[in-house]
């Protein structure tokens, strides 16, 4: 897509696919089962996360993994600390100068 800049010159928008990786904290377990309860899976998840794209004035995504509960210690996570983590592959226009 080709559109004009305020100075006359040819700027080109392009289009990228991007991945928004989610990682929400808790304290304890019982944090993050309360959390993947309320965000639920598949076609519910994506609901409420596209939603939440769109509040942010974001493009929806396409798809979402399954959230993974992942224990202290683990991927990277401060001792004492849980984590619900996902990915969402997401589409996004770059305006290219």
Known sequence: MM??????????????????FLQILAVDSVGVDKLMSTL????????KLN?????QSLKESSDVTAPVKS????????????????????VAYVLLV
């Open 3 to 20: 559109i004009n800049s305020f100075r006359g010159g040819p700027l080109t928008m392009t289009r990228v696919q991007s991945y928004l």
């Open 40 to 47: 639920g899976t598949g076609d519910a998840l994506k609901t």
């Open 51 to 55: 939603a939440e794209l769109a509040n």
């Open 71 to 90: 224990a202290p210690g683990s991927a990277g996570l401060l001792s004492g600390t849980w984590a619900l983590m996902l990915v969402a592959p997401v």
